[in-house]
């Protein structure tokens, strides 16, 4: 049994961030993705892998390590 796309409701926006039609995910998923913090649009699943997760990874990261610095420092200065 194969499911039937042509019954599903499709986002035809094009991709906010490489401009395609963002369609269908590949688990049946058809509204998208938020393309934060690329920006404030939608995006498809493959800018969504591609683009938008890396991004917030990395973001995420810069935070814990500038947490770990400051925590760091402040523990090294109290040692003085
Ligand atoms: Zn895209």
């Not at 998923?29 to 997760?53: K, M, Y």
Request: charged share 25%; net charge negative.
């Amino acid at each position: 049994m194969r499911p039937n796309l042509e019954k599903m409701a499709t986002i035809n926006e094009p991709c906010s961030i490489c401009g395609q039609t963002i369609g269908v995910d590949t688990n049946g998923w058809t509204g998208g993705h938020n393309a934060q913090p690329i920006n404030d649009g939608r995006c498809c699943e493959s800018c969504n892998w591609n683009v938008v997760l890396p991004e917030r990874f990395s973001i995420h990261n810069e935070k814990i390590n500038k947490e770990t610095d400051d925590e760091y420092e402040r523990l090294s200065k109290k040692n003085v």
